[in-house]
């Protein structure tokens, strides 16, 4: 229920600008929802791209997670393949959890998310979870071009990002959750934009999720690449 609560009225929603700059002479749209969660995005989008043929892969090393008439991959996209340490949250799975331990680290953030959520005694846990690059996945799956490409890995951004650089060339558009420390995320967002500009991508919109980095020493942000035509 408070993930709910959470998802409706705190998180930035881009459904519109993403289904603007969708190309409308595709009749055939793949998307993948990395760090899907329990797939509000895709099933949110799915809606709205009725008129298309679609095809949905979502994405979630979450150990507990299960997902009803949706197809997933209990998998964690990295830069190599293996098995990777996970920082799992145990008081509320769907923030923070992730290969890297900025959230996990964040004593003020961890804190206070414990009393909000009303389980003091759980914490953060290590588990070992499947990893894959993205280019290695979709050469397997035979997977030539993705259209919308949701990006949800909680601080791992290049980790993500160093493992999909052929995949990238074949994307059309990312929407990108970025998170780091406060003192050190306006450095992280202008490398992602310089990556990111080097296979094309323009950022369309940025907005600030103001919820995490209260009460916090993180700083996250919703952006929106466009591919340059």
């Given at each position: 229920?408070?993930?709910?609560?959470?998802?409706?009225?705190?998180?930035?929603?881009?459904?519109?600008e993403i289904l603007e700059n969708v190309d409308k002479n595709k009749k055939y749209i793949t998307v993948f929802d990395v760090g899907c969660f329990v797939g509000n995005?895709?099933?949110?989008?799915?809606?709205?791209?009725?008129?298309?043929?679609?095809?949905?892969?979502?994405?979630?090393?979450?150990?507990?997670?299960?997902?009803?008439?949706?197809?997933?991959?209990?998998?964690?996209?990295?830069?190599?393949?293996?098995?990777?340490?996970?920082?799992?949250?145990?008081?509320?799975?769907?923030?923070?959890?992730?290969?890297?331990?900025?959230?996990?680290?964040?004593?003020?953030?961890?804190?206070?998310?414990?009393?909000?959520t009303l389980n003091l005694s759980k914490k953060f846990i290590t588990l070992k979870v499947q990893t894959d690059t993205l280019d290695n996945f979709c050469k397997k799956?035979?997977?030539?071009?993705?259209?919308?490409?949701?990006?949800?890995?909680?601080?791992?951004?290049?980790?993500?990002?160093?493992?999909?650089?052929?995949?990238?060339?074949?994307?059309?558009?990312?929407?990108?959750?970025?998170?780091?420390?406060?003192?050190?995320?306006?450095?992280?967002?202008?490398?992602?934009?310089?990556?990111?500009?080097?296979?094309?991508?323009?950022?369309?919109?940025?907005?600030?999720?103001?919820?995490?980095?209260?009460?916090?020493?993180?700083?996250?942000?919703?952006?929106?690449?466009?591919?340059?035509?």
């Amino acid at each position: 229920m408070l993930y709910k609560i959470i998802n409706r009225f705190l998180y930035n929603d881009f459904t519109k600008e993403i289904l603007e700059n969708v190309d409308k002479n595709k009749k055939y749209i793949t998307v993948f929802d990395v760090g899907c969660f329990v797939g509000n995005f895709s099933k949110d989008l799915k809606k709205k791209l009725n008129k298309y043929k679609t095809s949905f892969y979502l994405f979630d090393p979450n150990p507990d997670l299960e997902l009803k008439n949706w197809k997933y991959f209990r998998l964690a996209f990295s830069d190599k393949k293996g098995f990777q340490n996970y920082n799992f949250n145990t008081f509320f799975p769907p923030s923070g959890s992730s290969l890297s331990a900025v959230s996990k680290n964040d004593w003020l953030w961890s804190f206070t998310r414990r009393i909000i959520t009303l389980n003091l005694s759980k914490k953060f846990i290590t588990l070992k979870v499947q990893t894959d690059t993205l280019d290695n996945f979709c050469k397997k799956k035979n997977i030539f071009h993705i259209n919308i490409l949701k990006i949800d890995v909680e601080g791992s951004d290049f980790q993500f990002l160093n493992g999909a650089k052929k995949t990238l060339k074949k994307t059309d558009l990312i929407q990108f959750e970025i998170l780091d420390k406060k003192k050190k995320f306006n450095g992280k967002l202008k490398r992602i934009k310089s990556f990111l500009k080097k296979y094309g991508f323009k950022l369309n919109k940025i907005e600030n999720i103001w919820s995490l980095g209260t009460l916090s020493n993180m700083k996250a942000m919703t952006a929106l690449f466009i591919k340059e035509k």
